[in-house]
């Protein structure tokens, strides 16, 4: 495997675990006591869907990440159009 390949494959597993240590610290600290493991799944499920899509973030002008996404693609489609 190419070196470039392996620290690749490297960066994506310490923003994975970083991922998970914020979840962590965000959802499983902050709500506990848990009665079940179902709620500890639901409560993750429900803080990764507004991670991946509601947040706003500043680098992209305050706007949730899927809300950039489609605007990104559209602008794409427009581009193709033209073409």
């Known amino acids: 495997m190419r070196p470039d ?3 690749a494959r490297r960066i994506h597993r310490i923003k994975h675990h ?3 240590l914020q979840c962590k610290a965000e959802v499983i600290h902050r709500r506990g006591p ?3 493991m179902d ?3 639901y409560a993750t499920l429900e803080w990764v869907d507004w991670f991946n899509n509601r947040r706003l973030l500043e680098p992209i002008g305050n706007v949730p990440p899927a809300e ?3 605007a990104s ?3 794409l489609d427009q581009i193709a159009q033209a073409a």
């Open 5 to 7: 390949g392996l620290n």
């Open 18 to 20: 970083a991922g998970y």
């Open 34 to 36: 848990w009665r079940t």
């Open 39 to 41: 709620t500890v799944e």
């Open 68 to 70: 950039a996404q489609a």
């Open 73 to 75: 693609y559209a602008a």
